[in-house]
């Protein structure tokens, strides 16, 4: 990551002209982030707020503040990761431009006085002055991470449909199983909280559709998860490893369903391809939860049949483990609704369906032995 490593003077080298806009801003979103903001959030929900298209602007202000910050020594390593997603982005960190000073100004009376949000982090507050080099995530398996993250790369890579499902089964049969496991060896008593949050920024087009995916493969893989409809976005909460895993398989099996789609033709009974499109990912949507909820049951019996117990003997850690995370949600958001899904176009539902059956995660006998 350029993101510079010095504290020195970070405004001398902004034209005096504008220096007193840029630090505005940047103290505007200082207070955005004590209330709960991330990087990409910032980057992601400003334009919608404001209803503008400056989010390069934007962009340049948010690493501009994490030199002034110090945040490559101190953030933790999720708030890193999104700063170096924004700058492969939207380009290498540098200094606001007198291009910017306009909307940059508008900006700050939203950054100020703009929504808050539960932290699912410490705040930068809370940071430490160095950041101890080396400490993992606590929880995150990096080798299982890997060995699913090689798996659905060659998913996603292949052309050939079989060998796609057996790529993506066999990722799925590891996450099932590695999340089950860690669920039954978690101690009950601990009074350190295992649940984490994670926020996921849904790009256009079809923004409820490809959210409402996110939404079911969380649900099948032990997540909980909350859309924010007007801000296109998706939080889930669950195990650091949970939403590890629940990120790589969104993003596989998006890009899946975007390839299927591309492929698939609407109907010749009129659809428009935009309400073809919309009926195609919520056809994939809810048969992908389908089949993720089947193998989700098949990996606890393999599980229970290997601890040679029934699979009512894992029952109570499951729902522990549910009503705790339900109990997450409620307190962060006590006021939440329920949303119907829409109608959509029937052909691309049923398109969807089968797209999702070829992208098949059903933990099959033959990619099972050896796990």
Same mark, same amino acid.
Request: glycine share 6%.
């Given at each position: +990551?350029?993101?510079?490593?010095?504290?020195?003077?970070?405004?001398?080298?902004?034209?005096?002209?504008?220096?007193?806009?840029?630090?505005?801003?940047?103290?505007?979103?200082?207070?955005?982030?004590?209330?709960?903001?991330?990087? +990409?959030?910032?980057?992601?929900?400003?334009?919608?707020?404001?209803?503008?298209?400056?989010?390069?602007?934007?962009?340049?202000?948010?690493?501009?503040?994490?030199?002034?910050?110090?945040?490559?020594?101190?953030? &933790?390593?999720?708030?890193?990761?999104?700063?170096?997603?924004?700058?492969?982005?939207?380009?290498?960190?540098?200094?606001?431009?007198?291009?910017?000073?306009?909307?940059?100004?508008?900006?700050?009376?939203?950054?100020?006085?703009?929504?808050?949000?539960?932290?699912?982090? &410490?705040?930068?507050?809370?940071?430490?002055?160095?950041?101890?080099?080396?400490? &993992?995530?606590?929880?995150?398996?990096?080798?299982?991470?890997?060995?699913?993250?090689?798996?659905?790369?060659?998913?996603?890579?292949?052309?050939?449909?079989?060998?796609?499902?057996?790529?993506?089964?066999?990722?799925?049969?590891?996450?099932?199983?590695?999340?089950?496991?860690?669920?039954?060896?978690?101690?009950?008593?601990?009074?350190?909280?295992?649940?984490?949050?994670?926020?996921?920024?849904?790009?256009?087009?079809?923004?409820?559709?490809?959210?409402?995916?996110?939404?079911?493969?969380?649900?099948?893989?032990?997540?909980?998860?909350?859309?924010?409809?007007?801000?296109?976005?998706?939080?889930?909460?669950?195990?650091?490893?949970?939403?590890?895993?629940?990120? +790589?398989?969104?993003?596989?099996?998006?890009?899946?369903?975007?390839?299927?789609?591309?492929?698939?033709?609407?109907?010749?009974? !009129?659809?428009?391809?935009?309400?073809?499109?919309?009926?195609?990912?919520?056809?994939?949507?809810?048969?992908?939860?389908?089949?993720?909820?089947?193998?989700?049951?098949?990996?606890?019996?393999?599980?229970?049949?290997?601890?040679?117990?029934?699979?009512?003997?894992?029952?109570?850690?499951?729902?522990?483990?549910?009503?705790?995370?339900?109990?997450?949600?409620?307190?962060?958001?006590?006021?939440?609704?329920?949303?119907?899904?829409?109608?959509?176009?029937?052909?691309?539902?049923?398109?969807?369906?089968?797209?999702?059956?070829?992208?098949?995660? !059903?933990?099959?006998?033959?990619?099972?032995?050896?796990?």
């Amino acid at each position: +990551m350029d993101i510079e490593r010095t504290h020195r003077h970070p405004y001398d080298h902004i034209d005096p002209d504008f220096r007193d806009g840029v630090q505005d801003a940047v103290d505007a979103v200082r207070i955005r982030y004590e209330h709960g903001w991330q990087p +990409m959030d910032v980057v992601h929900t400003t334009p919608k707020i404001t209803g503008t298209d400056d989010i390069r602007a934007v962009a340049r202000l948010v690493l501009f503040e994490a030199t002034t910050s110090g945040a490559a020594d101190r953030a &933790p390593d999720e708030w890193v990761s999104q700063l170096r997603s924004i700058e492969d982005r939207y380009g290498p960190a540098r200094r606001p431009v007198a291009a910017d000073v306009h909307p940059l100004r508008v900006h700050s009376a939203t950054w100020r006085f703009g929504p808050m949000w539960g932290p699912i982090g &410490p705040l930068p507050s809370e940071w430490p002055t160095v950041r101890a080099v080396g400490r &993992p995530e606590r929880g995150v398996d990096d080798k299982m991470l890997a060995r699913i993250r090689g798996l659905l790369a060659k998913a996603e890579s292949t052309e050939f449909e079989e060998e796609a499902a057996v790529f993506t089964e066999k990722a799925q049969e590891l996450m099932s199983r590695y999340s089950l496991s860690e669920t039954l060896i978690r101690e009950p008593d601990s009074s350190e909280t295992w649940i984490r949050g994670r926020r996921f920024h849904i790009d256009n087009p079809y923004v409820a559709e490809k959210s409402s995916l996110l939404f079911t493969i969380a649900e099948a893989n032990a997540c909980r998860s909350v859309i924010f409809t007007n801000r296109s976005i998706v939080e889930a909460h669950g195990s650091a490893n949970d939403l590890e895993q629940l990120d +790589m398989l969104f993003t596989s099996l998006l890009v899946q369903a975007t390839r299927a789609m591309a492929g698939a033709r609407a109907s010749a009974s !009129g659809s428009s391809t935009t309400s073809f499109r919309k009926g195609f990912l919520t056809g994939f949507a809810i048969r992908i939860g389908e089949r993720l909820r089947s193998a989700g049951s098949r990996a606890t019996e393999q599980v229970a049949a290997e601890r040679s117990v029934p699979v009512s003997d894992l029952l109570p850690a499951l729902a522990a483990r549910k009503d705790e995370l339900d109990a997450e949600i409620t307190r962060r958001y006590p006021r939440l609704g329920t949303t119907r899904r829409r109608a959509f176009d029937a052909a691309g539902y049923h398109s969807g369906r089968v797209a999702a059956d070829h992208a098949s995660l !059903g933990v099959q006998q033959r990619v099972t032995r050896g796990a």
